[in-house]
């Protein structure tokens, strides 16, 4: 069981000891900081309370090189990145997963809310019941072999549920609030990725290529930003409405300004796919698209993958997507992940590439949406 020291992993690690699951506590040692310490001591508290062995495994070169330095790399490439992501898909379930199966364990169980359907024809990952709360957006790197040796003990329940049956156990609900990223304190990204690299100034310039001013680092910008764009209040009165971070282009190092309505797409192209069944998708199909963890899920035509040119990223596959109504601030680097329903997909990371132009008309509201079928 991967105890993180908060409600959620000691909850479910009650859960397996009430099932009569053989449990071993194990808390991932990944950044040195005080909050760690603080973690790795309710991990083990954790464990003493509820009688189950501890174990501590340090995985903090194997973090620094997966999430930490992918976590730079997106910024200094112009790209948003989503560490949780990586985390999970090397980490967790990389890493930690490996270590497990080789002790002999049959599972390894986290706290995420979600849940594993398994069935002769193989394992679906859906959504958690308590929808809220659903991390599933995080888990859609996962392949059918891992699915098969892991557990999610919380995704048949709501987050008052599990603190409430923590609290009857007298396990420890953590007063200190949770890190958007564990290894970033207070949300002070550009002071920690100044501390990694160097920025190199640029211009900041309208869609028509007038220069407004000059950034320190493209990797102090993300698109939808409105504030703190470097601009004089005589610049920003002068455009008439708010200006918004539209596009960034690493390869001129530079920012493009624009108004809300030019934030709106409605095609993207996903690369570093990942399909639950193993089976990429033959035809275009119809589903349900989430473009951040927040957003809410939107009609999207799905097209199979094709090959970008060998020059770019080895010739990897890319997946064009399509959606029925355009999408607010679509966000290079962040993964989109594809729905039928309760039932995980896949997804991929959102691209800058070229989107390929499909023959294909995009419903309207009032138009019947393609069913969903995946060609095997």
């Not at 957003?295 to 890319?318: N, Q, T, V, Y």
């Amino acid at each position: 069981m991967a105890l993180s020291g908060g409600v959620d992993s000691s909850a479910a690690a009650l859960l397996l000891k009430e099932a009569t699951y053989e449990v071993l506590g194990v808390h991932m040692r990944l950044w040195e900081s005080p909050r760690s310490e603080y973690q790795a001591h309710r991990a083990e508290t954790i464990c003493c309370i509820l009688g189950i062995p501890y174990h501590q495994v340090d995985l903090q070169k194997e973090f620094e090189s997966c999430v930490v330095d992918y976590f730079c790399r997106e910024y200094r490439q112009g790209r948003t990145p989503n560490p949780c992501i990586a985390c999970n898909q090397h980490i967790k379930f990389g890493f930690l997963l490996d270590k497990a199966l080789s002790l002999g364990a049959d599972y390894l169980a986290t706290g995420h809310y979600a849940r594993v359907e398994h069935s002769g024809d193989g394992h679906r990952l859906l959504k958690a019941v308590d929808t809220s709360r659903d991390q599933s957006y995080f888990l859609y790197t996962l392949t059918q072999e891992k699915l098969g040796h892991v557990l999610f003990p919380l995704g048949e329940y709501s987050r008052d549920e599990v603190k409430q049956m923590a609290k009857q156990a007298r396990l420890p609900i953590a007063t200190k609030p949770s890190q958007d990223v564990c290894f970033i304190s207070q949300k002070n990204y550009a002071t920690f990725l100044s501390q990694r690299f160097s920025g190199t100034p640029g211009d900041v310039v309208d869609t028509q290529g007038t220069k407004l001013g000059q950034h320190q680092g493209i990797a102090n910008y993300t698109i939808g930003q409105r504030h703190g764009l470097g601009l004089s209040s005589t610049q920003v009165l002068s455009a008439g409405k708010p200006l918004y971070v539209i596009r960034i282009e690493p390869e001129h190092n530079r920012i493009v300004l624009g108004h809300e309505k030019e934030l709106y797409s409605q095609k993207l192209a996903a690369r570093k796919l990942n399909w639950i069944s193993g089976k990429a998708p033959r035809e275009p199909v119809t589903a349900k698209a989430r473009i951040r963890y927040k957003s809410k899920e939107a009609e999207a035509i799905l097209f199979p993958p094709r090959h970008c040119e060998p020059e770019r990223s080895e010739g990897e596959a890319i997946s064009d997507v399509h959606f029925a109504q355009p999408q607010k601030a679509v966000t290079p680097g962040q993964a989109i992940v594809f729905y039928n329903m309760d039932e995980v997909l896949g997804g991929g990371t959102i691209s800058n590439v070229k989107i390929k132009m499909q023959n294909v008309k995009i419903q309207s509201k009032n138009e019947k949406i393609l069913p969903f079928e995946l060609s095997v």
